[in-house]
């Protein structure tokens, strides 16, 4: 299974971004997606989470209003739409895969990882 991330970039405060995750490999229905972020000196930090079918959903108290996470199965990719970015937002983004999981939101129980996309959100 291969994950690769795009989408990041440079924003202002206030801005919007939408990051992409296109999955190959094994049948993507079979996969919870997560997104996650991370700064350097940091641990990885979970950010939202969609369900294989897509029906259920989980934020992080942060993203809640401003990140909307969704996955198009035909299309095998997982998106996350970051709207109203602070500059505190400013990290790689990682989005990773849990084979048949339970909508974790720790990084350890994600299976396969893509190599991450930089947002950086100025102030």
């Known amino acids: 299974v291969q994950l690769q991330a795009f989408g990041g970039g440079l924003v202002q405060a206030g801005g919007s971004l939408r990051l992409s995750c296109v999955v190959s490999?094994?049948?993507?229905?079979?996969?919870?997606m997560g997104w996650f972020r991370q700064v350097p000196g940091k641990e990885r930090e979970f950010v939202a989470a969609i369900s294989r079918s897509g029906g259920s959903t989980t934020y992080v108290e942060s993203a809640k209003g401003r990140f909307t996470v969704s996955r198009d199965n035909a299309e095998n990719t997982v998106y996350l739409q970051m709207n109203s970015l602070r500059p505190e937002d400013s990290a790689v983004y990682y989005c990773?895969?849990?084979?048949?999981?339970?909508?974790?939101?720790?990084?350890?129980?994600?299976?396969?990882w893509g190599q991450g996309t930089q947002v950086t959100v100025s102030s």
């Open positions: 990773a895969a849990d084979y048949f999981g339970s909508l974790w939101t720790v990084a350890s129980k994600y299976d396969y």
């Open positions: 490999g094994r049948a993507f229905t079979s996969y919870d």
